[in-house]
Nanobody, 111 residues
Framework: QVQLVESGGGLVQAGGSLRLSCAAS????????MGWFRQAPGKGREAVAA???????SYADSVKGRFTISTDNAKNTVYLQMNSLKPEDTGVYYC?????WGQGTQVTVSS
C-alpha cells in the first residue's frame, strides 16, 4: 500500500496559479499510474489529470490547456500545476494511485 500526502492548496484569485504536490512512499513510485481528482462542495469526485507509468498523460476537458501534471521520480512526487484558475476549480484535490488516496488539499478560487 502506498502512502500519499498532498500539499500546496490555498486561496487564490481567479486567473491565478497554484502548484499541488503529492509525495508518495511505500512502494516503487515510477511503476504505477498517478492521478489527481477533485471534489467540489455538494458534488462527486471527478478525475482531473493522470499520468501512467509509461508517461501517457490525460486531462479532464475542463482543465486542458490550464493544468499540467508531472512527476519527479527521484523525489517520489507528482505535481499538478494549475494556471488560469477559475472559481469552478474550487474543491478538495486528492492524489490517487490504485486504491490509495491522499487526505486531500483545499483549493479555493475567488472571483
Amino acid at each position: 500500500q502506498v502512502q500519499l500526502v498532498e500539499s500546496g492548496g490555498g486561496l487564490v484569485q481567479a486567473g491565478g496559479s497554484l502548484r499541488l504536490s503529492c509525495a508518495a512512499s511505500g512502494r516503487t513510485f515510477s511503476s504505477y499510474a498517478m492521478g489527481w481528482f477533485r471534489q467540489a462542495p455538494g458534488k462527486g469526485r471527478e478525475a482531473v489529470a493522470a499520468i501512467t507509468s509509461s508517461g501517457i498523460i490525460s486531462y479532464a476537458d475542463s482543465v486542458k490547456g490550464r493544468f499540467t501534471i508531472s512527476t519527479d521520480n527521484a523525489k517520489n512526487t507528482v505535481y499538478l500545476q494549475m494556471n488560469s484558475l477559475k472559481p469552478e476549480d474550487t474543491g478538495v484535490y486528492y492524489c490517487n494511485s490504485g486504491t490509495s488516496w491522499g487526505q486531500g488539499t483545499q483549493v479555493t478560487v475567488s472571483s
